[in-house]
């Protein structure tokens, strides 16, 4: 973070974070290990995860337990397991277990705080579906609003480091065609 502090740490409100980057359907772990998404804070604040819900469709929420600050300008990774050796490599801020399952075919990803959508992420699984690669936001899109357009998300065309997953987690998402 180059010693970056925050002015604030921010309430999070509609908007506040943005879902980036969904790995719904891993190649380099299992499912069980492997799913993640990332958020993206475009400030001015810093955002505190702490208390906020996650919800996938179906599944029961789950909400964040630890302290987890997004600086302005930062990426966070939240993932099913925050062990490397089993997650397809992947520095992963916050694990939430077995509480989401994010699903290849129609599912969506909401994060709410105290009853407030922060930001939702719907795919229908017609079209992009990658094996391995992120579901990732087309980076001139990174507002709440415009990731709710499916057609603004793209694969993954970068490389993980040590991994045969494609993404770029917790940085700048690759340009979409």
């Not at 955002?47 to 600086?71: F, I």
Request: charged content about 15%; overall charge negative.
């Amino acid at each position: 973070s180059g010693g970056m502090s925050c002015l604030a740490v921010g309430t999070v409100t509609a908007g506040s974070l943005v879902i980036t980057e969904i790995m719904n359907n891993p190649a380099a772990a299992t499912h069980a290990a492997g799913e993640r998404f990332e958020l993206y804070n475009p400030g001015p604040n810093c955002d505190e995860l702490k208390g906020l819900t996650l919800t996938s469709k179906s599944d029961l929420p789950h909400t964040v337990g630890t302290s987890v600050v997004v600086l302005a300008g930062k990426y966070a990774v939240i993932g099913r397991n925050a062990d490397m050796a089993l997650n397809g490599k992947i520095a992963v801020d916050y694990a939430f277990g077995t509480a989401l399952n994010l699903g290849n075919d129609a599912d969506d990803l909401v994060i709410a705080s105290m009853g407030t959508v922060v930001d939702l992420s719907a795919w229908d699984g017609v079209g992009l579906d990658p094996n391995g690669k992120s579901r990732s936001l087309n980076p001139k899109f990174l507002t709440a609003a415009q990731n709710d357009d499916d057609t603004n998300f793209c694969v993954a065309t970068s490389m993980i480091a040590g991994s045969i997953d494609f993404g770029t987690p917790s940085a700048a998402n690759d340009a979409c065609p």
